[in-house]
């Protein structure tokens, strides 16, 4: 069977769990406990190592979606996660803008380490104070459009919306993979 493998990444409360339940067709495997520190004012319950679903996608082809913690002190889990990663989803909740440079800290954090496809995903756009996608970009230090990372809006709890992410994600890995070859 052929896998491609996923991280879902971004801050606390940004969808990541949601997002994996949402698409998973198993019973997501989650390292869920009790906020016990400032997170529980945001959620009562936080990822500690991972999440863990699957998705067919063909005969004999699926993905395999990977939840990371969205707190500093689990960020050794991010380096697990994504070394063996096609590809990867940043998770931006875009109604918390104080979140926005936690967020640019993940997405350097992994661009240092490996170099794959990703997307960034903006969550909680129909909150109130909820940035625009340009504004994101330019918080997140993606100010060159030719190299920027696709951008959309992505609701983690409605099926349809996780699957055109996917979809986005997976032709942006089959873009990359095809300029691999061009340029050999």
């Known amino acids: 069977m052929d896998t491609l493998r996923i991280v879902v990444t971004g801050g606390v409360g940004s969808g990541k769990t949601s997002l994996i339940r949402t698409i998973s067709e198993i019973e997501v495997v989650d390292t ?5 520190d400032e997170i529980g004012q945001i959620k009562a319950k936080t990822t ?3 999440d863990f679903g699957r998705l067919g996608i063909a005969p004999n082809q699926s993905l395999h979606l990977y939840g ?11 380096e697990i996660l994504i070394a ?15 979140h926005l440079r936690y967020g640019r800290r993940i997405l350097n954090f992994i661009n240092q380490r490996v170099q794959i496809p990703y997307l960034i995903g903006l969550t909680h756009t129909d ?14 230090g993606l100010v060159d459009q030719l190299s920027r990372p696709q951008i959309m809006i992505v609701n983690a709890t409605d099926r349809t919306s996780v699957i055109a992410a996917l979809i986005a994600l997976i032709q942006e890995i ?11």
């Open 32 to 36: 869920d406990k009790t906020a016990t």
């Open 48 to 50: 500690v190592a991972l």
């Open 127 to 140: 909150c109130p104070g909820a940035w625009e996608a340009e504004d994101v970009a330019i918080a997140l």
């Open 174 to 184: 089959a873009n990359y993979y095809q300029s691999q070859l061009n340029d050999s």
């Open 84 to 98: 063996k990663a096609h590809a990867y989803i940043l998770l931006v909740d875009a109604h918390r803008p104080e």
């Open 68 to 78: 990371t913690p969205g707190q500093r002190r689990f960020e050794f889990m991010w």
